[in-house]
DNA sequence: TGACAGGATCGAAACGTTTAGATTAGCGTT
DNA sequence: AACGCTAATCTAAACGTTTCGATCCTGTCA
């Protein structure tokens, strides 16, 4: 700028002045200002500029995989929304570890970042003290903190496993084979808890022998399901509580020489978008990620707009049971009713 | 820092000297600063310090569409390979629009990224001024630019697509359905001659009614496979030369009450992780992502750690047919062969 | 004609760092 | 006792903006 300053024979502040609009500058001084720009290629530094004005235009984004089609659909829509909004968005995936999830928000913070969306992992204590000092709004997604208050958009995941638990009961499925994944956050909480719900409520006992955890990756799920099937009375259906997972339940199917749905029903968390053109197709339980990614940027956006002191918002939003043809009736579906 | 310099009752460029390691600080003075650190919670400001050194410790990446796996993947991979070098990554999403690809690469370059990755969209005239300016380090993903002469890692396209056309062809198919995404970008060019070649090398005509391009949506993967699947002679088989498309391609042949393989046979490029889990498996042209995104992630690390005059370098990586069974033979093989 | 309002322009400080060079203190040599 | 050397510390400038307040000019009005 100033290189542009002298070539305008004018002063940095009036150069400032025109690009900003801040102030009304003559139309010959423009015209030369407006010269210079064009002549040197003048590009105004953004770090400059930041560090002036305490802002950067910047959000920080953190999931744990962005590999998981949940969240790659959840960061492409955040990701468009601040783009129209003339914000950056700085990505880090955590992969699901928590001393990487806290350097990475330290990092992010470091770079004044201006808000954060967190998808977060573990417990939450850094994200509690962030939120409480307060310097940047965040918006939590898919998974809440306990302690921590601030904005956020999840899912109703309880009603959402509950219901789909459900379908598989009225199916006539006796023995529901359930793959969770770590229980420290929410949305694995509360789809274990629409689990054990459906059942308590078809009067069904919930067998821990039937519940496995893994963390997450296709890995996990192959083992749980190895374990699964190799149990003495093994599972009429299981359901997977996480998308990735669900692809190592359809190996180990395979690999155990069983098919799907024939021998054993499957149905599990979170749509693909091949999910009704590739055999069998998997019932799910749809979410909405267009509208989570775009309310959380619209919590985000409205509080870098200004709106810092509103009470902190919870959006809950509906699953979506996709029924396809994973799942088939047991032959005993009348009398199991009837009894 | 002006704070903790004033709480340890020493000068600023001490506490600079302490925090960087760049000056020997006696014992005495470091234990009062680390305690006045501790005490504020003092954070260094990244931005300030950017201003200051010029760089940013940040790079830019830049995809056509990240829900597209084959970015996911490489996205993930880059992502993580910088995490570890300490770099933040900002994320742009192009979607295959050159408007918007300029735009976010000056936005970019505005907050000083000390690198970009970009797998370019259109004919990358900006991309090539920037490059030129040199002011810094590019490396070319997926796509080359034919003026620009910067590192790149991109597949051997040419030759990927030749030998899954040629497994189509001694599988006895002789009328295969090409659907191609816009052809200005050289990895659609190059696939695009790949299959001219095959076809040629086995003598057979290349027809232009069997090939058909779109947007790389799916939308537009069933529109082009409903046109080759309504032609008075329809083709034997498609090659989908994207990986979105061929989802669109499924459901295409899906609505108009055809199945693969039987009725006709479908390849693709990119693979999927649930390929061979779900039915049809489908044959595929897998791109190592992992060994491209640490590629492209090192070239550009190497240039950042001070390589700058180095000549560029261009990785050219294999394919690798992956074969399943959407893909049959046809009854005519033998004689055909024979021919 | 002189005072003054208002618009255009400018000078300089500030944002929070890093760093070159100056200063100081301590200590062994001669 | 004076000297020089080294290690520790400090002062101040610089990075490229924004912005407050000051200055300058022009024209208007009494």
Redesign the interface.
């Known amino acids: 700028m100033l290189h542009v300053a002298e070539a305008a024979r004018v002063s940095v502040a009036t150069v400032s002045a025109l690009i900003n609009g801040t102030a009304t500058v003559s139309p010959e001084l423009s015209a030369r200002i407006e010269q210079a720009i064009r002549d040197i290629g003048y590009?105004?530094?953004?770090?400059?500029r930041?560090?002036k004005m305490g802002t950067?235009r910047?959000i920080g984004l953190t999931v744990p995989?962005?590999?998981n089609p949940f969240f790659?659909?959840v960061?492409?829509v955040i990701?468009?929304a601040f783009?129209r909004a003339g914000y950056?968005?700085?990505?880090?995936?955590t992969?699901e570890d928590l001393n990487?999830q806290d350097d990475?928000i330290?990092?992010?913070?470091?770079?004044?970042v201006d808000g954060l969306i967190v998808a977060r992992v573990g417990d939450g204590a850094l994200l509690k003290g962030i939120v409480e000092d307060a310097n940047v709004p965040v918006v939590l997604l898919d998974r809440i903190c306990e302690g921590v208050d601030t904005d956020a958009v999840v899912l109703d995941n309880q009603r959402a496993v509950f219901d789909a638990i459900t379908y598989l009961i009225n199916l006539g499925h006796r023995r529901i084979g359930y793959i969770t994944g770590t229980s420290d956050i929410t949305p694995m909480h509360d789809r274990m808890t629409g689990y054990r719900e459906a059942l308590q409520a078809a009067g069904l006992p919930v067998s821990e022998e039937l519940v496995r955890s893994g963390n997450f990756h296709?890995i996990d799920g192959y083992n749980a399901t190895m374990q699964l099937l190799s149990l003495h009375e093994r599972p009429s259906a299981i359901f997977s509580a996480n998308n990735?997972m669900v692809?190592g339940t359809?190996?180990a199917i395979?690999d155990i020489g069983l098919s799907c749905p024939e021998d054993i029903s499957v149905a599990c968390f979170d749509d693909?978008?091949?999910s009704?053109?590739?055999?069998?197709q998997l019932t799910t339980v749809a979410q909405p990620v267009q509208a989570i990614g775009e309310q959380a940027a619209n919590l985000l956006l409205d509080r870098l707009a200004g709106n810092r002191d509103a009470p902190p918002r919870k959006l809950v939003l509906k699953g979506r049971l996709m029924i396809r043809n994973s799942c088939r009736p047991l032959g005993t579906v009348a009398q199991s009713l009837s009894a």
């Open positions: 590009k105004r530094n953004a770090i400059a930041s560090l950067t910047t995989h962005i590999t790659t659909d960061v492409s990701q468009q783009d950056a968005v700085m990505l880090c995936c992969d990487t990475q330290k990092l992010l913070l470091d770079r004044m296709e990735p692809i359809m190996k395979r693909f978008p091949w009704d053109v590739f055999q069998p």
